[in-house]
């Protein structure tokens, strides 16, 4: 049986280029989204069968849609072997203005508590079917797709890093809670990729790499099994050296650094 990976966020950008990864490594694909037309489309326009994917409607902002859509993945497809929690958006905010706490939780929602929503249903079936194979020391992998913006908050972008902030932190206590139990936790943090959601940006974007080639060293990365990796190599020297930088140095270098587009603007 060809192994089963889990995407959300399968209908654009970074999602379809590591389903589209999947699929030449002879992967089954669980797709899930909001837009299941653009999935079912991005299928047939790849000529990928219909025994070798499913997709599954599912707002990973709302927590019972994602774990009916796993759960519907379960019970047509079996138990994953890769869950990637992929879906994120990216809005700009402004503490001063009151709808923007919304624009926060809508953030947060997604970006968080979707990535945990999205593992969660998935975390029993995956440790009893590494029980019936005998097999308890690989249970799966869970991969969370992050961002080099959850390394320092930069200014305007505040909901955005702090929703990746908090999902590479995420991710970091669950790898340590989980290893015992057999399961690998893979955090991803792009630096910028060239996808719809980057195209709005209307700052420099240094190391721009195409989706496709993101997806190729996101797929050797999961294999590997790597804890943490920053995808471009030159974004991880840029985080290493962001990570220490002091902050006097960090404010003066970013204070100029345009803001990220709000929703309102
Ligand atoms: N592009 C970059 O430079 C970059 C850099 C760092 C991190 N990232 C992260 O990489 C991930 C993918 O981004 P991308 O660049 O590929 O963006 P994208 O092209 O805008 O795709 C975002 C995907 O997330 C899905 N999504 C958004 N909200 C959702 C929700 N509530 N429920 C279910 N799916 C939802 C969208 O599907 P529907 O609208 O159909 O639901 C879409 O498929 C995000 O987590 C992003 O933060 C991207």
Request: proline share 6%; glycine share 8%; aromatic share 8%.
């Amino acid at each position: 049986m060809r192994p089963l990976v889990f995407i959300t966020g399968a209908s654009s950008g970074i999602g379809q280029a590591l389903a589209l990864r999947y699929h030449h490594a002879g992967w089954r694909l669980a797709l899930a989204a909001r837009r299941v037309p653009e999935m079912q489309a991005w299928l047939e326009t790849h000529g990928v069968s219909p025994e070798l994917a499913h997709c599954y409607l599912a707002d990973v902002s709302d927590v019972n849609s994602i774990i009916a859509a796993a759960n519907e993945c379960l019970a047509e497809q079996g138990v994953p072997d890769v869950v990637i929690a992929n879906a994120g958006i990216s809005i700009g905010m402004d503490t001063q203005v009151r709808q923007d706490l919304e624009v926060l939780q809508q953030v947060m929602n997604t970006n968080v508590v979707g990535m945990a929503a999205t593992f969660h249903p998935f975390l029993h079936a995956m440790k009893n079917r590494a029980v019936q194979m005998g097999h308890s020391q690989h249970v799966g992998t869970l991969v969370g797709i992050a961002s080099v913006a959850g390394i320092r908050g930069m200014p305007g972008h505040a909901a955005y890093c702090a929703s990746k902030a908090a999902a590479i932190g995420y991710c970091e206590s669950l790898r340590g809670e989980l290893k015992p139990e057999g399961f690998k936790v893979v955090t991803l943090a792009p630096g910028y990729i060239k996808t719809p959601l980057t195209q709005k940006n209307k700052f420099p974007m240094p190391f721009l790499m195409s989706a496709t080639d993101f997806a190729e060293a996101a797929f050797q990365a999961i294999e590997k099994g790597h804890s943490f990796k920053v995808i471009p190599t030159p974004m991880a020297w840029v985080a290493r050296v962001l990570r220490i930088l002091p902050n006097t140095l960090f404010d003066r270098a970013f204070k100029n650094v345009p803001r990220k587009h709000r929703s309102t603007d």
